[in-house]
């Protein structure tokens, strides 16, 4: 099916007055950021430094399951069940749901700064979180090389790995230790 204006304001009306589905919503509530914007999951609001960006309930779910789901492609047919779970939707209404998406973000399909698609595969989000925070289950590395100033010479190289929040202190407390060593033995 052709994208003409007529099908884009009729896709527009349909997802309009579709509601929201609770279980794609999840039980983290907390706002989620990305790139210049803010997702308000317990709000349903889409925010642009602070201002409110007009986004349909579904295109909010999926920008939501793509925001969640970062991790990973997300597969046409895992976003079409977590979505719309039950409901029969065709590809072309998938399709439309990211054009407003991607309408409402700025972006653009030729040249995607946060959703891109991967033919025959799926989507994905590119912007990573910008909360600072990793995701669940991030594993944390700490390489660093000591090098001789006068001489430019590797003197130790160091990978250190957590693979808890809680482990990084640990983590910080032994490279300080190694630096510590290595230092003391060169005096």
């Not at 099908?7 to 907390?30: S, V």
């Not at 090389?145 to 693979?163: C, F, N, Q, S, Y």
């Amino acid at each position: 099916m052709a994208m003409t204006r007529g099908n884009l304001t009729t896709a527009r009306r349909i997802f309009a007055e579709i509601p929201p589905t609770p279980a794609a919503y999840g039980d983290d509530d907390a706002a989620l950021e990305f790139g210049d914007f803010v997702l308000l999951p317990a709000e349903g609001r889409l925010l642009r430094d602070g201002h409110d960006v007009p986004l349909a309930p579904k295109p909010f779910e999926t920008l939501l399951y793509l925001i969640r789901h970062a991790d990973h492609v997300v597969g046409k047919h895992e976003l079409l069940d977590a979505v719309w779970p039950g409901t029969y939707i065709s590809d072309d209404g998938l399709v439309q749901c990211v054009v407003e998406i991607r309408r409402a973000l700025g972006d653009s399909a030729k040249a995607p700064r946060y959703v891109q698609t991967l033919p025959k595969r799926g989507y994905r989000l590119l912007m990573p979180t910008a909360s600072g925070r990793p995701a669940a289950g991030a594993h944390l590395v700490l390489e660093a090389t000591i090098v001789d100033p006068a001489t430019g010479r590797k003197l130790r190289e160091l990978t250190l790995h957590a693979d808890r929040r809680s482990d990084l202190a640990e983590v910080m407390a032994r490279f300080s230790s190694e630096v510590e060593a290595l230092f003391r033995l060169d005096r």
